[in-house]
């Protein structure tokens, strides 16, 4: 996948941990609402590219995740404790 020139993983990232809580949460619903901040800020991302921004970040550690994130409704994710 490759982002918009206009967007950078930094802002994803913002996105992404924004609507991450401490609590798990169905990677479904933190990307729904990861797109709902996208269009207020009209930024052209699709749900695809915060799937696999998602998997990245859990594999680095930097957020948490319990199931297979690929399989969105069937995995959870949540910040680090």
Same mark, same amino acid.
């Given at each position: 996948? &490759? $982002?918009p020139e206009s967007v950078s993983e930094s802002d994803l990232d913002?996105?992404? /941990?924004?609507a991450l809580d401490m609590r798990w949460? !169905?990677?479904a619903m933190v990307i729904a !609402?990861? $797109?709902q901040?996208? *269009? *207020?800020l009209e930024l052209p991302i699709n749900a695809e590219i915060f799937? &696999? +921004?998602i998997q990245a970040l859990a594999e680095a550690g930097r957020l948490e995740s319990d199931g297979d994130v690929r399989v969105w409704? /069937?995995? *959870? &994710? +949540? $910040?680090t404790r």
């Open positions: 996948m &490759v $982002l913002t996105i992404i /941990f924004a949460q !169905k990677t !609402k990861a $797109l901040r996208c *269009e *207020e799937g &696999v +921004r409704r /069937f995995s *959870e &994710v +949540r $910040l």
